[in-house]
């Protein structure tokens, strides 16, 4: 149990288009989700959490009108990344915690390149 | 916020060579979270520890959590081609955030 799907699992776009990037819990419900990013070699640094029917809480640096989040039910939440630039690319990673013990399941993540 | 340093950056054992990673943190953490990171993969959870001193094993793998729940550590015994990885630890509260990681190699 407890697997998070994301979609799509890579993609490549060209400066200035906005992708939208999908989360789901498969097998629970999350209230909360989160998502990260990972430039190579580098720790996975949180962007936002994402709470069902509520807005998304962002951490510092992390500008919330070019990385839209919406948790619109209990198994999907999105980011999209509005206008984006080759400095964008990176590993999006999205996890789902279905609120017990603190424990967080991840996606497999998504490779954008903007070019 | 505050991060949680790990040291080594790197570490290159060869197979059969025991490996260790260091958590800190400058900060008392309620409990602290251990994931591995295959190379183009996700994080997975490995374990929580959570009371001071606490000490879990699994199989060849064993982690520690300071008396003062400021450091951890996890400890692989006779490393093999298949631990490598990244190695983040986590602290939690109503969020995690992750150590810098420490990446391992194993040549056979």
């Known amino acids: 149990g407890a697997v998070v799907s994301q979609h799509p699992s890579w993609v490549i776009c060209k400066s200035g288009t906005s992708v939208k990037i999908e989360c789901r819990s498969l097998?629970?419900?999350?209230?909360?989700m989160f998502w990260y990013r990972q430039f190579p070699k580098q720790s996975l640094m949180l962007m936002a959490t994402s709470n069902e029917g509520s807005k998304a809480t962002y951490e510092q640096g992390v500008e919330k009108d070019k990385f839209l989040i919406n948790h619109a039910s209990l198994t999907l939440s999105t980011l999209t990344v509005t206008s984006a630039h080759p400095e964008d690319s990176s590993f999006y990673i999205c996890?789902?915690?279905?609120?017990?013990?603190?424990?967080?399941?991840f996606g497999p993540g998504t490779r954008l390149t903007v070019l | 916020g505050q991060q949680v340093m790990q040291i080594p950056q790197y570490q290159h054992v060869q197979e059969g060579e025991d490996f260790t990673t260091y958590c800190n943190s400058s900060t008392t953490l309620s409990n602290i979270q251990w994931y591995k990171q295959r190379p183009g993969g996700h994080p997975v959870f490995l374990i929580q520890l959570v009371k001071s001193g606490e000490v879990k094993k699994q199989k060849r793998l064993t982690f520690q959590f300071g008396e003062a729940k400021k450091n951890s550590s996890l400890h692989i015994t006779a490393t093999q081609t298949t631990d490598v990885g990244t190695y983040f630890c986590a602290r939690n509260t109503d969020k995690l955030i992750f150590g810098t990681g420490t990446r391992l190699q194993v040549f056979p």
């Open positions: 996890s789902a915690s279905p609120g017990l013990a603190g424990q967080q399941f």
């Open positions: 097998d629970f419900q999350a209230t909360t």
